[in-house]
């Protein structure tokens, strides 16, 4: 047995079809069947089951699965030890972000990072919490930038930094004549939010009266926040953005923003992960990294936080 066979029975556990995983491994399909037909004759097991398409593991294959990941990771871990002992920081990190913060904080910190660790690679992709939270547990990611508590087992959450939400009103909208404005006052006819799957919808929503809610005769749910944003300066109505999604917006725009009157409601932002994850040092950096880079104040928590 190879740590090796043990990569290609996980690929084909990940894209469930032979072809593609020898893609993914960068063997022919040939190579990839001949290795995996080696391991099974060695254990005397059948890990797959090929009469289906896709194809699926096993009752005793599902179980031999868990534990090649496991091993698997152990043995890349062999490599982050020694590159740690050498002093060395660089190696992959697959981030996931959900889409209501990678346009407004990526930009923020992945410069400065990567110009002081030139040898770290940083692949990132945008991904509702739900994803990044299975991809996680799968290992097709490395860490998460998310907002929490989740509560999910056997994910670990290390806080960042607290973002309040802000109004935003279109042109001429009644509630702009007051300094601040009370979530009871924002009548769901008028409010744009985020489609299904976004964390940040069902925030809003928490914070918002749902008994006020109605439907207008155009109904539209954005997949972003910029989305929402045009259809309130093109019509009427409100929007919910959080903090750093309001800091480039032009002197117009922000005159349109409006804080919440007491606790000001606001989402937790954290870097999550799994418990085995290995490349601790490297998840520290990046954690300071992105704390010393955010508006101060904003890493203080405060009072009103939307769970």
């Known amino acids: 047995m190879t740590i090796q066979q043990l990569e290609y029975i996980l690929a084909i556990d990940k894209y469930r079809h032979f072809g593609h995983a020898a893609e993914a491994c960068f063997v022919t399909q040939p190579t990839l069947s001949a290795q995996v037909n080696k391991l099974e004759r060695e254990l005397d097991i059948l890990i797959f089951d090929r009469s289906k398409m896709p194809v ?9 699965l868990e534990q090649a990941k496991r091993v698997v990771s152990e043995s890349k871990g062999i490599y982050e030890t020694i590159a740690q002992l050498k002093g060395e920081i660089g190696g992959m990190i697959k981030i996931g972000i959900i889409p209501t913060l990678a346009p407004y904080l990526l930009h923020l910190f ?46 670990v959450e290390k806080p960042m930094f607290y973002e309040k939400f802000y109004a935003y009103f279109s042109k001429g909208h009644p509630l702009l004549g007051k300094p601040s404005i009370e979530a009871g006052e924002l009548l769901g006819k008028d409010l744009w939010v985020l489609q299904q799957g976004h964390c940040l919808r069902e925030q809003v929503l928490s914070i918002c009266d749902q008994s006020k809610f109605q439907r207008m005769n155009f109904h539209y749910e954005s997949g972003s926040l910029e989305g929402l944003k045009n259809m309130v300066d093109r019509y009427k109505g409100v929007t919910l953005l959080p903090e750093l999604a309001t800091l480039n917006l032009n002197p117009e725009e922000k005159s349109r923003l409006r804080p919440f009157s007491g606790n000001q409601p606001s989402r937790e932002v954290s870097i999550i992960l799994t418990r085995s994850f290995l490349k601790k040092k490297l998840v520290e950096l990046l954690y300071q990294e992105i704390v010393s880079a955010i508006p101060e104040g904003m890493s203080n928590k405060v009072q009103g936080r939307v769970d």
């Open 56 to 64: 699926i593991p096993t009752e005793i294959g599902v179980q031999l």
């Open 110 to 155: 992945v410069g400065k990072f990567l110009e002081k660790y030139p040898k770290v690679q940083l692949q990132v992709e945008e991904v509702i919490t739900e994803e990044v939270v299975k991809r996680l547990k799968n290992d097709d990611l490395d860490l998460g930038i998310v907002s929490t508590p989740l509560d999910e087992p056997g994910i």
